[in-house]
């Protein structure tokens, strides 16, 4: 018996847009709270389950019993709806996102992608953008002077941040030929290269932009808990509110998705070019996939719990005088380096050793400037008192 | 100087060193302690649950007169022994533990050596349910914690 086409489609809208984010959310909202807690020399959350693991259900437990306020002015049409357009667009763009390569069931070949679109990353920025409206909507709707300057911020941020990013992703395009996020690892497995490694400037701004786009530390301005009483999400409370929680953490999932599957080969194994680790290939592709994103993951979180907020001047000089002339002369850069050269990869790949050993020489001379600065400075000071 | 700045700048120098402090704390030794399962053992001076020994004690009521807030009642009278002679015998010896700040002055006073009355006995686990009853203590209790439920000596568990 084989089963309808349609069949397959509903059951992978049903897996991977609504419960992949389920279940990573709950994984991720656990792990945040322990690895912060490490990072800050704590345990973190460990009494609910084993080490802690069923904290998730017990926080969403504790949020649907909890009571559901609408502030007594507040427009409660919109302040109803901004949670749902929260979430909807992130979950949405999920259904572009390959998560491995086709895979046989039975007779059937099933792709792991509900769409292969054409114009799979247009498709991404265009939805990811909405989601801004559930922030600008909640913050405005709730009739609250810190929600409302919440809301604005965000979508001050998110106007700044999707320049550089489009940007960093059209020197991807360049390589890649294509705006199909299927197309691009296809392409990355044929060239045997993650599009990391001449994108390495283009890979920077994208994650930068990425959270700032997604509202995260240090670019929280949003939320910003300690000026804004945590900004747009303030008046909500109950399952509204984890609607907001859930977009924000599927916003984060799709943008480390995204990362994945452009710069960091998808579902390819680390180094496809180096035959002696070809042993790499038999593990499931979707896999490699999953360890990725949850790299990514683990930087957001590492990221959350090292850096301090921007002010909101400091957010704008970093996105407008740096990120986007950046963005710009990366696409110069990866232009000539496939123009100027024969073929399509041998370019790309003296770019990115260029880039490459630029960086770690640039780093290693400011370390050693950081390390000679220190030594006279405590050269010049008096010794603390001996004896 | 500027160039300087600059390097740091583009080399995100002081990224990295934020970003390698928290991941050194991510895998170092945690300071947290766990504390029904583990307890940290309190220091030599801490002052923590009274405790009495009424043999020790001359009667003196020294104890009750340091008191900064009058919280430690004692009452005695005059007995003959088997020699004939006279000794004080404690009527009672109530410590209102519930309205006590556990400034030690009364272990300060007290004479004898070593201390009849003193508080650093390690114990802190003392919560109750009601204050008059469980937080007044007479002789039995001050004497023997076995008559005082609510408090749990103090038992030495590893930190793990």
């Given at each position: 018996m084989t089963l309808p086409p349609a069949f397959w489609t509903y059951l992978k809208v049903v897996l991977l847009v609504a419960l992949v984010p389920a279940i990573v959310g709950f994984v991720v909202v656990l792990a945040e709270r322990r690895l912060m807690g490490f990072m800050q020399a704590r345990l973190g959350p460990n009494r609910v389950g084993p080490q802690g693991t069923l904290q998730g259900l017990a926080d969403l437990l504790k949020l649907v019993t909890k009571e559901d306020i609408t502030p007594s002015r507040a427009e409660k049409a919109v302040h109803s709806l901004a949670p749902v357009l929260a979430v909807i667009p992130a979950l949405t763009a999920l259904s572009v996102i390959p998560f491995g390569p086709p895979v046989r069931v039975g007779r059937t070949?099933?792709?792991?992608?509900?769409?292969?679109?054409?114009?799979?990353?247009?498709?991404?920025?265009?939805?990811?953008?909405?989601?801004?409206?559930?922030?600008?909507?909640?913050g405005w709707s709730s009739n609250n002077k810190y929600s409302l300057l919440g809301g604005l911020r965000s979508a001050a941020q998110l106007v700044s941040y999707e320049v550089p990013m489009g940007l960093a992703l059209v020197s991807v395009l360049l390589m890649t030929r294509s705006l199909s996020l299927v197309q691009s690892v296809r392409r990355q497995e044929a060239m045997h290269l993650w599009f990391v490694f001449p994108g390495l400037l283009a890979f920077f701004i994208y994650f930068v932009a990425g959270v700032a786009e997604t509202n995260r530390n240090p670019f929280d301005l949003p939320e910003a808990e300690s000026e804004l009483v945590s900004g747009f999400n303030t008046e909500y409370s109950g399952v509204k509110f984890a609607f907001f929680f859930l977009g924000e953490y599927t916003a984060m999932i799709i943008i480390s998705c995204v990362a994945v599957t452009v710069f960091f080969g998808g579902w390819l194994p680390p180094f496809p070019n180096v035959k002696a680790l070809e042993f790499l290939w038999q593990v499931p592709p979707a896999l490699w996939f999953l360890a990725k994103v949850a790299a990514f993951l683990f930087a957001y979180i590492w990221f959350r719990s090292?850096?301090?907020?921007?002010?909101?001047?400091?957010?704008?000089?970093?996105?407008?005088?740096?990120?986007?002339?950046?963005?710009?002369?990366?696409?110069?850069?990866?232009?000539?380096?496939?123009?100027?050269?024969?073929?399509?990869?041998?370019?790309?790949?003296?770019?990115?050793?260029?880039?490459?050993?630029?960086?770690?020489?640039?780093?290693?001379?400011?370390?050693?400037?950081?390390?000679?600065?220190?030594?006279e400075r405590l050269a010049a000071e008096p010794h603390p008192v001996e004896g | 100087m500027a160039l300087k700045k600059w390097l740091d700048r583009i080399t995100l120098l002081d990224l990295f060193d934020g970003l390698s402090v928290t991941g050194r704390h991510l895998l170092k030794k945690k300071v947290t302690i766990e504390y029904p399962e583990q307890k940290k053992l309190p220091s030599d001076r801490f002052r923590g649950m009274f405790r009495l020994d009424e043999e020790r004690c001359i009667k003196c009521t020294l104890c009750a007169i340091e008191c900064p807030i009058n919280i430690i009642y004692i009452d005695w009278h005059n007995e003959k022994d088997e020699q004939n002679k006279s000794v004080k015998v404690l009527d009672r010896f109530d410590v209102d533990l519930k309205r006590c700040m556990f400034c030690q002055l009364c272990e300060e006073a007290c004479p004898t050596v070593?201390?009849?009355?003193?508080?650093?006995?390690?114990?802190?686990?003392?919560?109750?349910?009601?204050?008059?009853?469980?937080?007044?203590?007479?002789?039995r209790k001050l004497t023997d914690w076995r008559e005082a439920p609510n408090v749990k000596p103090f038992t030495v568990v590893e930190r793990g």
């Amino acid at each position: 018996m084989t089963l309808p086409p349609a069949f397959w489609t509903y059951l992978k809208v049903v897996l991977l847009v609504a419960l992949v984010p389920a279940i990573v959310g709950f994984v991720v909202v656990l792990a945040e709270r322990r690895l912060m807690g490490f990072m800050q020399a704590r345990l973190g959350p460990n009494r609910v389950g084993p080490q802690g693991t069923l904290q998730g259900l017990a926080d969403l437990l504790k949020l649907v019993t909890k009571e559901d306020i609408t502030p007594s002015r507040a427009e409660k049409a919109v302040h109803s709806l901004a949670p749902v357009l929260a979430v909807i667009p992130a979950l949405t763009a999920l259904s572009v996102i390959p998560f491995g390569p086709p895979v046989r069931v039975g007779r059937t070949v099933v792709p792991l992608w509900v769409a292969d679109v054409n114009i799979g990353l247009l498709f991404l920025l265009a939805i990811t953008s909405i989601g801004v409206y559930g922030i600008i909507l909640g913050g405005w709707s709730s009739n609250n002077k810190y929600s409302l300057l919440g809301g604005l911020r965000s979508a001050a941020q998110l106007v700044s941040y999707e320049v550089p990013m489009g940007l960093a992703l059209v020197s991807v395009l360049l390589m890649t030929r294509s705006l199909s996020l299927v197309q691009s690892v296809r392409r990355q497995e044929a060239m045997h290269l993650w599009f990391v490694f001449p994108g390495l400037l283009a890979f920077f701004i994208y994650f930068v932009a990425g959270v700032a786009e997604t509202n995260r530390n240090p670019f929280d301005l949003p939320e910003a808990e300690s000026e804004l009483v945590s900004g747009f999400n303030t008046e909500y409370s109950g399952v509204k509110f984890a609607f907001f929680f859930l977009g924000e953490y599927t916003a984060m999932i799709i943008i480390s998705c995204v990362a994945v599957t452009v710069f960091f080969g998808g579902w390819l194994p680390p180094f496809p070019n180096v035959k002696a680790l070809e042993f790499l290939w038999q593990v499931p592709p979707a896999l490699w996939f999953l360890a990725k994103v949850a790299a990514f993951l683990f930087a957001y979180i590492w990221f959350r719990s090292t850096f301090p907020r921007y002010r909101f001047d400091q957010l704008m000089a970093l996105g407008w005088k740096w990120l986007i002339p950046l963005a710009l002369t990366n696409i110069l850069l990866v232009a000539f380096a496939i123009l100027l050269t024969p073929g399509w990869t041998t370019g790309l790949v003296w770019l990115g050793w260029t880039l490459g050993v630029l960086f770690v020489l640039a780093y290693l001379a400011a370390k050693l400037r950081q390390k000679l600065a220190r030594r006279e400075r405590l050269a010049a000071e008096p010794h603390p008192v001996e004896g | 100087m500027a160039l300087k700045k600059w390097l740091d700048r583009i080399t995100l120098l002081d990224l990295f060193d934020g970003l390698s402090v928290t991941g050194r704390h991510l895998l170092k030794k945690k300071v947290t302690i766990e504390y029904p399962e583990q307890k940290k053992l309190p220091s030599d001076r801490f002052r923590g649950m009274f405790r009495l020994d009424e043999e020790r004690c001359i009667k003196c009521t020294l104890c009750a007169i340091e008191c900064p807030i009058n919280i430690i009642y004692i009452d005695w009278h005059n007995e003959k022994d088997e020699q004939n002679k006279s000794v004080k015998v404690l009527d009672r010896f109530d410590v209102d533990l519930k309205r006590c700040m556990f400034c030690q002055l009364c272990e300060e006073a007290c004479p004898t050596v070593p201390k009849s009355i003193w508080l650093t006995t390690k114990t802190y686990e003392m919560a109750a349910y009601d204050r008059n009853e469980s937080l007044y203590l007479d002789i039995r209790k001050l004497t023997d914690w076995r008559e005082a439920p609510n408090v749990k000596p103090f038992t030495v568990v590893e930190r793990g």
